[in-house]
């Protein structure tokens, strides 16, 4: 099947695009959940049959430091696999492989929240570490997980199902994600056209009004879209020792999404509405993550600063931020900070964000990140377009989370529409702050009519040259949630 465009290739170029012959392997994968000696979750036995009868070369974690936490590897006989330093070598064997990885002494062991921790008696692991894959693992080929829980609860990632099995592919590892395991209370909420499965982990301790704000959150995002740009997503509660509500969350994509929030006690007085107080705003933040298509890491400015952009829009055009005053105190609170670090780091704009995380330039690369989003957003307004279109158009354009892409790669990829007029705008946004500390936004600031005093007390000019702007970007979304199957109908 040649289109005619391939037809005036050379030979070589069509031999390129001939198919590859069929090698895609299907491994089936049975994980059973076991206990540990005080009846809490321990580990997983996992049970790797080849459906072609072909087994791959080896068995490997995609985290090479989860080596040290297998505890057997054997035939169906029960006679031991060779190990060697990668993992479990298995191309000779005639059968089915049988793998047990003790999860929890792994996560007691690591304590690292990037990769596993110990919540209570619950364990929150990601899938690099318990779900070794086969070897070589090809682009089209996949493992069908199936779980069988005994008696423990799970939240694992994957979406797509195959035959009552998870359907998992190369790509669930090119991306961070988490699962958990242990006996904890699953809450199913419809939101924003969403379904999301929030697990309370540990002893279920958390702010009584989580769900509500969640689904709150999740609403406030699918005005961006229509819908929530995922049809599931699993939300991960872990209860700590400290007083605000709210007190960090992440996102994680690999084989579909997944939402980690820190929670704390909630102090008793607290006021619902006060979203600083209670840290709501994270809630948003980190959902609204799920509105652009993965960044990579060095280009945190993009990512990071249109989620930090859109945390307190969305809850201005929700209604959760009373007022617009409230909103542009919070987005100049805001820059304000993220001017502060970048004096304290003397880093540029670029180099905060490339090196955000072994910096900790969080605040300068966030801030930074929303300080082009607003320059963006004027100068896109003023062309009739927003950086709502953009993000719409990134979506459409990249519907599915399988790898991270640079920020240049993103914005070039748009080229028609009112997306690509933001898109330009953002593009010079960056091009012109990006060797200086921090984008100069004071002059915008004024002719949006945000009116600062000596005090940071924030008031609102209607005669300013671009008040009109201003109104329309905190303006609420009046066209009603539409189907998810608009969005992925569009070109
Ligand atoms: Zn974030």
């Known amino acids: 099947m040649l289109a005619a465009g391939c037809a005036t290739g050379s030979a070589p170029e069509r031999a390129a695009l001939a198919p590859p012959p069929t090698s895609a392997r299907v491994l089936d994968v049975d994980v059973t959940l076991l206990p540990n000696h005080l009846d809490a979750f321990g580990g997983v036995s996992l049970r790797y049959c080849p459906v072609d009868g072909v087994m791959p070369r080896r068995l490997r974690p995609e985290n090479r430091r989860a080596l040290p936490f297998l505890v057997a590897a054997t035939d169906e006989e029960g006679r031991a696999l060779p190990i060697d330093d990668d993992g479990v070598r ?3 064997l005639a059968g089915c492989a049988l793998l047990t ?18 919540v209570g008696d619950d364990v929150i692991a990601t ?20 779980l069988e829980r005994a008696g423990f609860d799970v939240a694992v990632p994957w979406v797509d199902v195959e035959g009552g099995r998870f359907v998992v592919g190369p790509q669930a590892f090119a991306l961070k994600s988490d699962a958990a395991f242990g006996r904890f209370a699953t809450e199913e909420l419809d939101a924003g056209g969403a379904r999301l499965a929030l697990a309370r982990l540990d002893d279920g301790r958390a702010p009584a009004a989580l769900s509500r704000w969640l689904a709150q959150s999740a609403h406030a995002v699918a005005t961006v879209h229509g819908a929530f740009p995922e049809p599931r997503l699993n939300v991960l509660v872990v209860p700590t020792h400290v007083a605000r509500p709210i007190v960090v969350g992440f996102y994680s994509r690999g084989g579909g999404p997944t939402a980690l929030f820190y929670v704390g006690d909630a102090a008793a007085d607290l006021d619902d509405d006060d979203l600083e107080a209670t840290g709501r705003w994270a809630l948003t933040h980190e959902l609204a993550h799920a509105l652009l298509p993965p960044v990579k890491s060095e280009d945190a400015w993009l990512n990071e600063g249109i989620a930090t952009w859109y945390q307190d829009l969305l809850a201005r055009r929700t209604g959760m931020l009373p007022d617009d005053v409230a909103y542009w105190t919070e987005l100049v609170r805001g820059l304000r900070t993220g001017r502060d670090r970048s004096d304290d780091d003397r880093l540029t704009v670029a180099d905060a964000s490339r090196r955000m995380h072994a910096t900790g330039a969080y605040q300068h690369t966030y801030w930074a990140g929303v300080a082009l989003a607003l320059l963006a957003e004027v100068e896109a307004q003023r062309q009739g377009a927003s950086v709502d279109d953009l ?35 953002l593009e010079r946004a960056f091009d012109r702050n990006k060797d200086r500390p921090w984008p100069d936004v004071d002059l915008v600031l004024a ?11 924030v008031t609102l000019d209607e005669r300013a040259p671009l008040a009109g702007i201003r109104r329309a970007i905190t303006r609420p979304t009046v066209a009603g949630l539409a189907p998810l199957a608009a969005r992925a109908s569009e070109p």
Not at 401 to 412: K, V
Not at 447 to 457: F, I, K, Q
């Open 127 to 146: 899938p690099d570490l318990w779900l070794w894959r086969p070897e070589p693992f090809a682009a089209d080929a996949r493992v069908r997980v199936r």
């Open 101 to 118: 990885v003790d999860v929890a002494r792994l996560a007691d062991t690591l304590d690292d929240k990037d990769l596993a921790q110990r």
């Open 447 to 457: 002719e949006l009519g945000v009116v600062v005093d000596g005090a940071g007390t």
């Open 391 to 425: 993000v719409r158009a990134l979506r459409r354009r990249f519907p599915v989370d399988d790898q991270a892409r640079d920020a240049r790669t993103l914005l070039h990829a748009i080229a028609e529409g009112r997306g690509a007029v933001a898109a330009r705008a």
């Open 90 to 92: 298995t191309r000779e």
